[in-house]
C-alpha cells in the first residue's frame, strides 16, 4: 500500500522560507508522479510536481519562490522549498502521488488533483507579518 508522509510545516514570518519534505513508501517500482498542492478559499491548487526520472512541473504562481526536488540519495523523497514565504502561502500543505503516472503525463498533469490518487495527510503553513 503506497502512503505519504508530510514533514516540514511550521511558523514562519515573511519573507522567510521553508522546506516541506514528502516521503513516498510501498512503491512496487520507481516510477511515479508527485505533487505538491495546497488548500485555498477556492479550493485545492497544485503548486508543482516531480516524476522519479527528475522532471518538473511548477504552476506559473510558483516559479521562482517554489522549487521541488529530489532527495539526492532518496527518490521516494520529494521536497517542496518555499522562499520569500507571504502570508497568503498560509495554508494546509499537501504531497499526492500516481505511483504509475509516466514522465510525460506528469509533466502536463502533475499538479492536477484529479489526476493524483494516493494523498498525505498534510502540513500546516502559517505565514506571519
Known amino acids: 500500500q503506497v502512503q505519504l508522509v508530510e514533514s516540514g510545516g511550521g511558523s514562519v514570518q515573511a519573507g522567510g522560507s521553508l522546506r516541506l519534505s514528502c516521503v513516498i513508501s510501498g512503491l512496487e517500482d520507481n516510477n511515479h508522479c508527485l505533487g505538491w498542492f495546497r488548500q485555498t478559499p477556492k479550493g485545492r491548487e497544485g503548486i508543482a510536481a516531480s516524476h522519479s526520472d527528475g522532471t518538473t512541473l511548477y504552476e506559473n504562481f510558483a516559479k521562482g519562490r517554489f522549487t521541488i526536488s529530489q532527495d539526492g540519495n532518496d527518490k521516494n523523497t520529494v521536497y517542496l522549498h518555499m522562499d520569500n514565504l507571504k502570508p497568503e502561502d498560509s495554508s494546509m500543505y499537501s504531497c499526492?502521488?500516481?505511483?504509475?503516472?509516466?514522465?510525460?503525463?506528469?509533466?502536463?498533469?502533475?499538479?492536477?488533483?484529479?489526476?493524483?490518487?494516493?494523498w498525505g495527510q498534510g502540513t500546516r503553513v502559517t505565514v506571519s507579518s
Open positions: 499526492a502521488a500516481d505511483p504509475k503516472l509516466s514522465a510525460g503525463w506528469c509533466k502536463l498533469y502533475g499538479t492536477y488533483d484529479t489526476w493524483m490518487n494516493v
